[in-house]
């Protein structure tokens, strides 16, 4: 974020509806799982931080974390495995992630907010009852918040991971396809947290050995 400069971010589509705005962390990596979140803030919500995640450092998600955890009326977050990946594909892995982070919120919400352009009905969510957004994540506060619930829980997730696959260098680049991973896999294999749809050319020798 631009130092000096402060985003305000839109509190809500409708007044007066519970809305939870909806957004994941993770579908671009190797390795992990991908991470949902649902939000719901009250009305008057503000934070000087709050933007899209990806444009938040670290430390500022890191901040801001807490603050949402506690002021929000109601979140959940919601982690969808690299095996579930492989079966669903990553785009409907991400959206099975945020309707079942929705269906843990209580209160339910009234109308979905969803960062991207796909989503589909699910329980007795109609089309009616949300919108995607794209951008959505830099545009509305309950995505925005969303962003941030789901990128720091999959961070510290793969941190974690990686204390016991020290190899991977999970811990900084949190299973993106970065040099060091994919020379890693290569020397060292696959491991039960690497998806396997999805791949650079470079890697088919190691995914589909004899």
């Not at 130092?3 to 305000?8: L, M, V």
């Not at 959940?76 to 982070?101: C, F, H, P, Y």
């Not at 793969?158 to 811990?171: R, T």
Request: aromatic content about 10%.
């Amino acid at each position: 974020m631009a130092k000096g400069k402060e985003i305000r971010l839109l509190s809500c589509k409708h007044e007066g509806v519970v809305e939870a705005g909806c957004d994941e962390a993770g579908r671009g990596p190797l390795a992990g799982p991908v991470f949902a979140a649902a939000v719901i803030l009250p009305p008057d919500f503000h934070h000087p931080l709050l933007n899209d995640s990806k444009q938040m450092s670290s430390r500022e998600r890191d901040l801001l974390r807490p603050v949402i955890e506690q002021e929000a009326v109601a979140w959940a977050v919601e982690a969808v495995s690299a095996e579930e990946i492989d079966k669903l594909n990553i785009l409907w892995a991400s959206v099975t992630g945020m309707q079942r982070a929705v269906l843990k919120l209580n209160p339910r919400p009234e109308f979905l907010l969803i960062d991207g352009n796909k989503f589909r009905p699910f329980a007795d969510y109609k089309r009616k009852d949300y919108e995607t957004v794209v951008h959505g994540d830099a545009t509305y506060a309950s995505i925005a918040a969303a962003s941030v619930l789901a990128k720091t829980y999959r961070d510290a997730y793969m941190k974690k991971l990686a204390e016991q696959y020290p190899q991977y260098g999970w811990e900084h680049n949190m299973g993106y396809p970065t040099p060091e991973h994919i020379a890693a896999i290569k020397q060292y294999g696959l491991t039960e947290h690497h998806r396997k749809s999805f791949h650079p050319k470079e890697l088919e020798p190691v995914l589909f050995e004899d």
